[in-house]
Nanobody
Framework: QSQLVESGGGLVHTGESLRLSCASS????????INWFRQAPGKEREAISC????????NYADSIKGRFTISKDDAKSTVYLQMNSLKSEDTADYYC???????????????????????RGQGTQVTVSP
């Protein structure tokens, strides 16, 4: 069964770091662009980062710009979200999604959760305490 699986979430303190992973099984990520979403308690799910299938293009929401970095390792079929300088407002469930994008693109646009996605992960929880 083809699926995306997130991992790496946990409980950290303000200012600390975490690295989330989004790994595919049953298919390779080479031709897929990847998005990271998060949903904080009581809030709507929001896209926070994306990376093109080639890994050349990335985009970030203003709320995480300068603190989070997305990267793609096709050899491991894994996308990472390095999260530094975590704040309490980063507490949320984090999800990754994949969209098949065989054409080489140099940029990506943060999508809405309702957009078509080929795969969606089940999420990993991140809690940042003071």
């Amino acid at each position: 069964q083809s699926q995306l699986v997130e991992s790496g979430g946990g409980l950290v303190h303000t200012g600390e770091s975490l690295r989330l992973s989004c790994a595919s099984s049953g298919f390779k990520l080479d031709y897929y662009s990847i998005n990271w979403f998060r949903q904080a308690p009581g809030k709507e799910r929001e896209a926070i980062s994306c990376i093109t299938s080639s890994g050349e293009g990335t985009n970030y929401a203003d709320s995480i710009k300068g603190r989070f970095t997305i990267s793609k390792d096709d050899a491991k079929s894994t996308v990472y979200l390095q999260m530094n300088s975590l704040k309490s407002e980063d507490t949320a469930d984090y999800y990754c999604t994949a969209v098949r994008s065989p054409l080489i693109r140099r940029s990506c646009i943060l999508p809405s959760w309702d957009s078509f996605m080929d795969y969606r992960g089940q999420g990993t929880q991140v809690t940042v305490s003071p």
